[in-house]
């Protein structure tokens, strides 16, 4: 098949428009994701037992499913429990449980990573122990988690692709929907690849950019 100009530029408003939807989709579910993070792995190591099991249960379940799967049930469930979510909070419930699980032992192993010595400090301080963790140490270990919950957080903008089985109008549900329509193939998926390559590459530099401002 030969590349065409005229067919790839196309195509481009409806994907750009796609890509929108991609970026809102997953700045919320992101910016969710980081927000429950940390209470969640600080609640995996000092909450209560009962916490404890809960919090270890989800994670290992979240992980052990592929995210398509966690979208279906959180599609199903919330009906189910009367609350009723467009296909886009749909999704961005979804992913931000799948980012939230991901980054939890990311969090809780660069806080362990710290040593005994920092959290004892931070007690003899005065601290509450659930304040000296996410005031103290989180921020603490905020460089080492970086790198590695970037990576995590990139893997879910590109589980945001998914969504189209909901009928999120994100990138891969457009660009698929073009391609039956109007049977122009190769330039639809080089361009859904440039747009993901694009929204991905933002979120590194981003996290570049903290990492180097944390180093100073």
Not at 89 to 103: F, H, N, P
């Amino acid at each position: 098949m030969s590349f065409s100009w005229i067919s790839f530029l196309e195509v481009m408003p409806p994907l750009l428009k796609a890509a929108v939807v991609t970026v809102e989709v997953s700045v919320l579910s992101l910016a969710f994701a980081c927000l429950i993070a940390p209470p969640l792995a600080v609640a995996r190591m000092i909450g209560p037992a009962p916490v404890r099991f809960a919090v270890s249960a989800l994670v290992e379940v979240v992980r052990g499913v592929p995210p398509l799967v966690v979208i279906a049930f959180v599609y199903f469930a919330l009906p189910a429990i009367g609350l009723v979510l467009s296909g886009f909070w749909t999704g961005v419930a979804a992913l931000t449980v799948v980012g939230a699980v991901y980054a939890v032992d990311i969090v809780r192993s660069s806080i362990e990573s710290l040593g005994r010595g920092q959290r004892e400090a931070a007690l003899a301080l005065g601290f509450p122990v659930w304040r000296a963790y996410l005031e103290i140490l989180f921020p603490q270990a905020l460089k080492r988690i970086l790198p590695p919950l970037t990576n995590e957080l990139a893997n879910v903008i590109k589980a945001s692709a998914l969504l189209s089985v909901i009928s999120v109008n994100e990138i891969s549900q457009v660009g698929h929907a073009l391609i039956f329509e109007t049977f122009i193939v190769v330039e639809i998926i080089i361009q859904m690849a440039i747009l993901y390559l694009v929204i991905v590459g933002c979120l590194s530099f981003l996290s570049r950019t903290l990492e180097r401002r944390l180093a100073h």
